[in-house]
């Protein structure tokens, strides 16, 4: 089987910011990912090019063995914007039903146990505009889920959410790997960091080094990951990796 991920040393440019310097990136089926970088790193920028909403200047995106974009793959794709992208007049129920029908998932009990996967099954009749900021995620979650994805690209997806549902949100996801689903997670929660199967510290648009937290904060000599990802931001931008 294909890796879930291939991304080829993409370039891209915003009007004078180099957000992407010919990054690469090889994703294995069934692991959780970590994108950990400060602001401004080409997290976001990197998630849309994997899933062809933003185009690069140059490289190549292969998301599930396809080179993007391409709309059937999409289907396949699950996507949690950073700035949820949802219909504020619809019902969370409504909102993730939308999202279901764009991926033609007929089952409408599909529905209702996404949204029962993010504890607003008592909010489901209620206008998302109604909603706290915590809930809107969810529910933003709950329409990447609902098609049951094989790669899921989650920007930032626990901003804002309590702890306790961070946890069950992780173990979630912790059994979506077991089932052979693909997770990238943006973050800048450094013990998230630590959950992940294999992080990569991103910055100005490159790869500074990738690896489990563990063999991270060992090369680096840190007993910490921040300490880690400053090591490495300090000692070059070239891409250490892993194998
Ligand atoms: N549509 C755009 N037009 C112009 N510049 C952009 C655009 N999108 C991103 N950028 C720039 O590209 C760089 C990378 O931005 P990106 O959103 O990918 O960072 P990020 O790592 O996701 O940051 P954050 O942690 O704040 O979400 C930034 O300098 C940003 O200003
Ligand atoms: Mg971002």
């Known amino acids: ?44 920028t990197l998630i849309r090019t994997i899933l062809g909403l933003t185009v ?33 007049d619809l019902t969370v129920h409504q909102n993730v039903a939308f999202f279901a029908a764009l991926s033609g998932v007929t089952d409408p009990a599909r529905v209702d146990q996404a949204i029962t996967l993010v504890s607003l099954q008592n909010r489901a009749q209620s206008r998302v505009r109604e909603l706290s900021g915590g809930m809107r995620q969810r529910c933003s979650l709950a329409c990447a889920l609902v098609h049951e994805p094989e790669l899921i690209l989650l920007d930032e997806p626990t901003v804002g959410i309590d702890p306790q549902l961070r946890v069950q949100f992780w173990d979630h996801f912790r059994r979506l790997n077991q089932a052979g689903v693909t997770l990238i997670v943006s973050s800048h929660v450094m013990d998230e960091a630590e959950r992940c199967d294999k992080l990569g510290f991103v910055r100005e648009g490159t790869l500074l080094a990738e690896g489990s937290a563990s063999e991270l904060r060992q090369r680096a000599g840190t007993p910490t990951l921040e300490e880690a990802f400053l090591h490495f931001a300090e000692n070059g931008a070239s891409a250490e990796r892993i194998a």
Do not use: C, W
């Open 1 to 44: 089987m294909t890796d879930a991920l291939t991304v080829n040393a993409v370039q891209k440019h915003f009007k004078g910011v180099h957000a992407l310097r010919g990054l690469s990136l090889q994703v294995e089926r069934g692991i959780t990912y970590g994108l950990l970088g400060p602001n401004g790193a080409g997290k976001t």
């Open 56 to 88: 690069p200047d140059s490289g190549e995106v292969l998301a599930l063995g396809v080179r993007m974009p391409d709309k059937a793959v999409l289907q396949r794709i699950g996507y949690m914007p950073q700035s949820t992208a949802l219909y504020d």
